[in-house]
Nanobody
Framework: QVQLVESGGGLVQAGGSLRLSCAAS????????MGWFRQAPGKEREFVAA????????YYTESVKGRFTISRDNAKNTVYLQMNSLKPEDTALYYC???????????????????WGQGTQVTVSS
Protein backbone atom coordinates (compact mmCIF):
# COMPACT_ATOMS: atom_id res chain seq x y z
CA GLN A 1 0.00 0.00 0.00
CA VAL A 2 1.21 3.49 -0.88
CA GLN A 3 0.71 6.45 1.40
CA LEU A 4 0.91 10.02 0.15
CA VAL A 5 0.87 13.03 2.45
CA GLU A 6 0.67 16.55 1.03
CA SER A 7 1.68 19.73 2.79
CA GLY A 8 2.42 23.35 2.00
CA GLY A 9 -0.97 24.72 1.11
CA GLY A 10 -2.31 27.97 2.50
CA LEU A 11 -3.71 31.41 1.81
CA VAL A 12 -1.74 33.70 -0.46
CA GLN A 13 -2.40 36.91 -2.35
CA ALA A 14 -2.56 36.97 -6.12
CA GLY A 15 0.93 37.06 -7.56
CA GLY A 16 2.38 35.17 -4.64
CA SER A 17 4.04 31.76 -4.42
CA LEU A 18 3.61 28.49 -2.60
CA ARG A 19 5.49 25.20 -2.68
CA LEU A 20 3.55 22.02 -2.15
CA SER A 21 5.25 18.84 -0.99
CA CYS A 22 4.07 15.26 -1.15
CA ALA A 23 5.86 12.61 0.90
CA ALA A 24 5.42 9.03 -0.28
CA SER A 25 5.92 5.69 1.38
CA UNK A 26 5.02 2.08 0.75
CA UNK A 27 6.69 1.21 -2.55
CA UNK A 28 9.72 2.08 -4.64
CA UNK A 29 9.02 5.76 -5.14
CA UNK A 30 11.73 6.25 -7.74
CA UNK A 31 10.16 3.74 -10.14
CA UNK A 32 6.87 5.52 -10.72
CA UNK A 33 5.67 8.74 -12.31
CA MET A 34 3.91 11.20 -10.05
CA GLY A 35 1.23 13.77 -10.70
CA TRP A 36 -0.53 16.75 -9.17
CA PHE A 37 -4.24 17.37 -9.60
CA ARG A 38 -6.60 19.98 -8.21
CA GLN A 39 -10.30 20.27 -7.53
CA ALA A 40 -12.21 23.49 -7.05
CA PRO A 41 -15.65 23.54 -5.40
CA GLY A 42 -18.33 22.30 -7.77
CA LYS A 43 -15.80 21.23 -10.40
CA GLU A 44 -14.22 17.97 -11.44
CA ARG A 45 -10.72 17.05 -10.41
CA GLU A 46 -8.30 18.24 -13.08
CA PHE A 47 -4.74 17.45 -14.04
CA VAL A 48 -2.08 20.01 -13.19
CA ALA A 49 1.36 18.48 -13.72
CA ALA A 50 3.26 15.20 -13.87
CA UNK A 51 6.83 14.01 -14.00
CA UNK A 52 8.45 10.72 -14.85
CA UNK A 53 10.29 8.46 -12.46
CA UNK A 54 13.60 10.31 -12.74
CA UNK A 55 12.01 13.75 -12.87
CA UNK A 56 13.68 14.48 -16.17
CA UNK A 57 10.44 14.74 -18.10
CA UNK A 58 7.50 16.89 -17.11
CA TYR A 59 4.11 17.80 -18.48
CA TYR A 60 1.75 20.62 -17.49
CA THR A 61 -1.75 21.66 -18.19
CA GLU A 62 -1.79 24.77 -20.34
CA SER A 63 -3.09 27.14 -17.69
CA VAL A 64 -0.09 26.64 -15.39
CA LYS A 65 2.74 26.47 -17.90
CA GLY A 66 5.45 28.97 -17.07
CA ARG A 67 4.12 29.46 -13.54
CA PHE A 68 4.23 26.01 -11.90
CA THR A 69 7.15 23.58 -11.69
CA ILE A 70 6.94 19.94 -10.69
CA SER A 71 10.06 18.28 -9.33
CA ARG A 72 11.01 15.33 -7.21
CA ASP A 73 13.72 14.16 -4.84
CA ASN A 74 13.87 10.39 -5.06
CA ALA A 75 16.29 10.20 -2.12
CA LYS A 76 13.58 11.80 0.03
CA ASN A 77 10.61 10.05 -1.62
CA THR A 78 9.07 13.45 -2.17
CA VAL A 79 7.49 15.27 -5.09
CA TYR A 80 7.06 19.04 -5.15
CA LEU A 81 4.92 21.59 -6.92
CA GLN A 82 6.38 25.09 -6.96
CA MET A 83 3.60 27.56 -7.77
CA ASN A 84 4.49 31.12 -8.74
CA SER A 85 2.42 34.04 -9.97
CA LEU A 86 -0.64 32.53 -8.39
CA LYS A 87 -4.08 33.63 -9.57
CA PRO A 88 -7.47 33.44 -7.84
CA GLU A 89 -8.49 30.77 -10.34
CA ASP A 90 -5.74 28.53 -8.94
CA THR A 91 -7.77 28.22 -5.73
CA ALA A 92 -8.50 24.54 -5.17
CA LEU A 93 -7.75 21.47 -3.13
CA TYR A 94 -4.49 20.09 -4.51
CA TYR A 95 -3.79 16.36 -4.57
CA CYS A 96 -0.67 14.42 -5.37
CA UNK A 97 -1.07 11.04 -7.00
CA UNK A 98 1.09 8.06 -7.85
CA UNK A 99 0.81 6.36 -11.24
CA UNK A 100 -0.46 2.80 -11.00
CA UNK A 101 2.33 1.56 -13.29
CA UNK A 102 5.73 2.55 -14.59
CA UNK A 103 4.27 4.38 -17.55
CA UNK A 104 6.71 5.89 -19.99
CA UNK A 105 4.03 8.25 -21.26
CA UNK A 106 3.00 10.78 -18.62
CA UNK A 107 -0.66 10.39 -17.74
CA UNK A 108 -3.20 13.17 -17.31
CA UNK A 109 -6.35 11.28 -16.33
CA UNK A 110 -7.36 10.42 -12.79
CA UNK A 111 -7.96 6.77 -13.68
CA UNK A 112 -4.25 6.32 -14.47
CA UNK A 113 -3.30 7.04 -10.88
CA UNK A 114 -3.80 4.40 -8.22
CA UNK A 115 -2.89 6.25 -5.05
CA TRP A 116 -3.93 9.66 -3.80
CA GLY A 117 -3.11 11.93 -0.91
CA GLN A 118 -5.69 13.63 1.25
CA GLY A 119 -5.21 17.01 -0.42
CA THR A 120 -3.93 20.39 0.69
CA GLN A 121 -5.96 23.58 0.28
CA VAL A 122 -4.59 26.46 -1.76
CA THR A 123 -6.53 29.73 -1.61
CA VAL A 124 -5.48 32.73 -3.66
CA SER A 125 -7.07 36.05 -2.79
CA SER A 126 -7.47 38.87 -5.29
Amino acid sequence: QVQLVESGGGLVQAGGSLRLSCAASGRTFSAYPMGWFRQAPGKEREFVAANNSSGGRTYYTESVKGRFTISRDNAKNTVYLQMNSLKPEDTALYYCAADKSTNIILQTTTRAYAYWGQGTQVTVSS
